[in-house]
């Protein structure tokens, strides 16, 4: 790790229960307490500030608002270094595993010894990891509730996982910097890239991606289901044709599908920021495509239609569907071609920025500006564990040169960190509320898309969560008046649209936009970063799939290619393993569940403590309830969806963005 870039590491104290912060037992508004009790909240936020502290230079995501360090009532608790490693150490057994494949056994002798002796090392760690398993033995876990804890935590044992996580990313990093130095045998195939997963179940994908009907689906289904807007005519720069979309459409007509609002778009023009890199002295590309979907009369899904492969008609001609030989390969070379975008644009701009970046702002906002107090740093601050420390990890080991984003995208590392920091300022608060950003993107209507699996569930979470913020915010807020008169409010709004540099974010001036205003911060830090994050595991560790580069120019005309041409646009296996490595650990770790408000240190106590948001028929019971249902929904939709969609079920979205 290069600490030269790096924000700093408070140390994990060793606390008690009585220690560990959980929500106030009288939350209050500061105008309500006494002149005392307003000069003790002042003291406290004070002190708070002193720990939470913004910078715009930490140099990977230069201007972006950040924490200058993590502090230790943001670190990690001990059950979710657990379950961090167990996955990590599965993803090395997979690694060990490849290296016996044939496609890796040039390695050098030197590259095998490192990577037995870092394997070596690994055994040690699960030893090491097994017996503090056993040590802290868990019970099961109640229907959607994370388990809990029997015996103490020892101080002495949390330094020791967190050494073991030192040791861990070291080996992982060996491991991976050998398959880069030592390349494999370059002979890719959809096979080999299959084999990659050795020990770790192939994922579904790998068999479908060619799939016309698979890749409409990744508009709405998949890791980005944030670009797609619907159109009511088409633009100047993509000419297609009513003849050509005739011959995809059937019977249909474009001018009546367009009228009926039933033709989507997705332009990637927004990645003109990324410029292509190299990488071991190969070039790699970036595209700025476009594709155009559209839904048959009377029917439910997309259908492509046509795909322009850069934003010049003159150069990039329009590229259809086709079963004739001469041209199918060329169509299978722009939907890579669009997937690699659509990597990027998930990546940079709705993963790392939409989520990640947002919410740290909201976070630092939060601590310096609301008491402890306060009711609303009581509903918030469980939706921002773990957030500050992974959002450091990324900084460090994601997103700086070297690292994963430099080898397997399309773009110098300059330019990536350059577009995840335009998305991140560019980012509009209130414009990206769910609801809205659906009828901005005129993709509201189920008429005109019936088939938006994210739309559909999204908005059954947003609703549970906006439900949950009304009760909850009606308790302690009795009217309009008691919101214009929270001071700490009024600067907390403020920190987050000055220091936190959040687009839109304006004063407060109702209940109503209160609770507007915490349904997004939650869902954002919740079910957003799920829908965006976990897809990852089960579509894009599969990269000729998903991936963020290409490896040729884009197509200029769609008839004359091979299969091997279309193979020759996906990355060197090497970096189809390190693609694999690294999203499968960002995909697979899923900690505490939406609707379980629990302290994050052993004995991991009840997060709530006023009994007017935690008795039996209270705010919080409902709220459970609720999730309880959207859950018993999706899981009934799924049963009738030709192709279930699980990442918005409550029980699979965590309560923060913790990984």
């Not at 509903?379 to 397997?408: C, K, M, R, S």
């Not at 999204?458 to 609703?463: I, R």
């Not at 600067?491 to 609770?515: D, T, V």
């Amino acid at each position: 790790m290069s600490f030269e870039n790096a924000r700093s590491f408070a140390p994990q104290p060793n606390l008690s229960p009585e220690d560990v912060k959980r929500g106030a037992i009288h939350p209050s508004l500061p105008q309500n307490d006494s002149i005392e009790q307003r000069a003790q909240r002042r003291e406290q936020i004070n002190a708070t500030s002193t720990v939470y502290q913004w910078t715009c230079d930490i140099p990977t995501l230069p201007g972006v608002p950040l924490a200058t360090q993590v502090p230790a009532d943001d670190q990690p608790s001990i059950e979710w270094w657990f379950k961090v490693l167990e996955v990590g150490i599965a993803i090395l057994d997979n690694i060990a595993a490849v290296r016996l494949h044939p496609i890796f056994s040039g390695l050098s002798q030197a590259a095998q010894d490192i990577i037995r002796d870092a394997l070596t090392e690994a055994k040690q760690i699960r030893a090491t990891v097994e017996t503090l398993r056993e040590k802290h033995r868990v019970d099961q876990p109640g229907p959607g509730l994370e388990s809990s804890i029997e015996q103490a935590v020892e101080g002495s044992d949390m330094a020791t996982l967190q050494s073991q996580d030192s040791a861990l990313r070291d080996i992982i990093t060996v491991i991976i910097d050998v398959l880069k130095a030592e390349e494999a045998a370059d002979t890719r195939s959809i096979e080999a890239y299959r084999d990659l997963f050795q020990t770790l179940p192939v994922p579904g994908i790998a068999y479908t991606f060619q799939d016309d009907d698979q890749f409409a689906r990744l508009r709405v289904a998949g890791p980005n289901p944030m670009l797609i807007r619907g159109i009511d005519s088409l633009p100047d720069k993509f000419p297609v044709t009513a003849a050509q979309y005739a011959a995809v459409m059937g019977d249909d007509n474009l001018a009546d599908a367009l009228a009926d609002g039933r033709v989507f778009i997705s332009d990637y023009k927004e990645l003109e920021v990324l410029v292509s890199g190299v990488w071991k002295g190969r070039a790699k590309y970036v595209y700025r495509p476009m594709a155009l979907f559209a839904v048959p009369p009377g029917g439910s899904s997309l259908k492509p239609v046509a795909i322009q492969c850069g934003q010049d008609p003159s150069q990039y001609p329009v590229m259809t569907p086709t079963i004739c030989e001469s041209d199918k390969w060329g169509w299978e070379m722009a939907k890579f071609v669009i997937q690699v975008a659509d990597c990027n644009y998930h990546e940079l701009f709705v993963h790392l920025a939409g989520t990640h970046l947002v919410s740290e702002a909201i976070a630092v906002a939060t601590r310096r500006n609301l008491a402890e107090i306060h009711p609303l740093w009581s509903l918030l601050v469980p939706h921002f564990e773990g957030t500050l420390f992974i959002n450091n990890l990324a900084v460090e080991t994601l997103i700086n040169p070297g690292g994963p984003i430099d080898d397997f995208f399309g773009g110098t590392i300059e330019s990536s960190q350059l577009a995840a920091v335009q998305a991140r300022l560019r980012f509009d608060f209130y414009k990206k509320m769910t609801p809205v950003d659906f009828a901005e993107r005129k993709v509201a209507d189920p008429a005109r898309l019936p088939d938006y699996a994210y739309r559909d569930d999204a908005l059954l979470v947003w609703e549970a969560i906006h439900d949950w913020a009304e009760q909850y915010i009606n308790i302690y807020y009795d009217d309009d008046e008691a919101v214009t008169g929270d001071t700490e409010l009024a600067l907390w709004a403020a920190s987050i649209a000055s220091e936190g540099h959040i687009i839109g974010f304006k004063p407060i001036i109702s209940r109503a936009q209160l609770i507007d205003v915490c349904t997004m911060i939650i869902f954002t830090a919740s079910a957003q970063h799920a829908a965006v994050n976990f897809p990852q595991r089960t579509i894009v560790t599969f990269a000729p799939a998903v991936t963020g580069a290409g490896w040729s120019a884009a197509p200029t005309e769609q008839s004359g290619h091979s299969k091997a041409e279309w193979l020759d646009y996906m990355p060197p296996m090497s970096l189809g393993l390190l693609q694999l490595s690294s999203l499968e650990l960002l995909g697979s770790v899923y900690y505490r569940p939406l609707g379980d408000y629990r302290t994050n240190r052993f004995p991991y106590q009840s997060w709530f403590r006023d009994p007017a948001i935690t008795g039996d028929e209270g705010p919080l019971a409902r709220f459970q309830a609720g999730l309880r249902a959207v859950e018993s929904r999706i899981i009934a939709r799924n049963q009738h969806r030709m192709h279930p969609y699980a990442y918005l079920q409550p029980s699979q979205i965590p309560t923060s963005t913790n990984i």
